[in-house]
């Protein structure tokens, strides 16, 4: 147990030094698989049951990254994909040709309505690492404590998730090189393809716009919530529904055009999906007939808590 959990932080705090290397991008002036080691018992083929409990490696957020990427790329690139992928060229294309104008009565009523240029800010924060990283530390510290393994294994797959899907985007921003609205020289921003890197750091919203990565790594970590609890119905539409409010509060904000969330919403969903397809069912995964578990709960609005089942 002690072992899990110093893993468990040292995993937190490669996030929350993550967190702040994306955080330089605002502006100044402003779990995993469950490896089987015994014999699986298929009595019915709707339940399927262990000799003994399955395990995770705490490590998979490090050790699962090439898999992920490789696993992505596939996807992304698949013959399948193709249709997807032209449809989201099309929508990008569009969004471009209209940016400066869809945004224009956003960042107004950001700087004239002291409601919404709070509302904003707050919004924004959802998409932070730091706030990831809390998420994952809740559903990891309750899965220690009470034992819950599909809550530990939703722990290490946000933070997964958040490293694979945030590296990818830091690569793309450093490759694309779009200017935000706030340091846009024309409309819609110019686009500066491989720019210095020692331009990039000294100048970042000038270079850092394409894609969001607080839109991708939001939908990435939503993604492997609602994978985890897919009985829980209410997780997806109040989950979709934060990640559009995050990206309405960084368009507001002048970090970023509606343009710059297409492929990042694409990133964040096939990341959390890559990650998810590894799960195997296991039998601590909440359905035990009785027993105290963490989840998602509606309550006066959607949040954690303790569901207890007798």
Not at 42 to 64: C, E, G, L, Q, R
Not at 81 to 99: C, G, Y
Not at 131 to 160: C, P, S, W, Y
Request: overall charge neutral; aromatic content about 12%.
């Amino acid at each position: 147990m002690k072992l899990k959990l110093i893993n468990f932080i040292l995993l937190s705090g490669l996030l929350f030094f993550y967190s702040k290397l994306s955080a330089q991008e605002e502006p100044l002036a402003c779990a995993e698989e469950n490896s089987v080691d015994s014999e699986i018992f298929v009595d019915n083929p709707k339940f399927i049951t262990y000799a003994h409990p399955s395990s995770f490696d705490w490590s998979d957020p490090i050790t699962k990254m090439p898999q992920d990427f490789l696993a992505f790329s596939k996807h992304a690139f698949s013959k399948d994909n193709f249709p997807t992928l032209a449809s989201l060229t099309f929508l990008t294309t569009l969004l471009i040709a209209t940016d400066h104008e869809s945004i224009y009565s956003l960042r107004k009523e950001y700087r004239s309505s002291r409601t919404f240029h709070d509302i904003a800010k707050k919004t924004t924060y959802l998409g932070d690492g730091e706030f990831h990283l809390g998420m994952a530390a809740l559903f990891g510290g309750a899965g220690l404590i009470f034992k819950d393994n599909r809550a530990l294994r939703t722990a290490v797959q946000i933070v997964e998730a958040e490293l694979v899907t945030g590296i990818t985007v830091q690569i793309l921003k450093r490759i694309t090189g779009r200017e935000s609205p706030q340091s846009a020289s024309i409309n819609g921003g110019k686009f500066r393809p491989f720019p210095n890197l020692g331009d990039y750091h000294r100048d970042q919203p000038k270079y850092y716009s394409y894609p969001s990565g607080h839109v991708s790594t939001s939908m990435a970590v939503l993604t492997v919530i609602a994978e985890n609890y897919p009985e829980i119905k209410w997780i997806k539409p109040v989950g979709y529904s934060l990640v559009g409010l995050i990206g309405v509060g960084l368009a507001a904000r002048g970090w970023h055009w509606l343009s710059d969330y297409p492929l990042a919403v694409a990133l964040g969903y096939t990341f959390g999906k890559v990650i998810t397809e590894r799960n195997i069912p296991d039998p601590a995964d909440d359905d035990h007939e009785y027993g105290i578990s963490f989840q998602p709960v509606m309550k006066n609005g959607p949040g954690f808590g303790l569901v207890y089942k007798f």
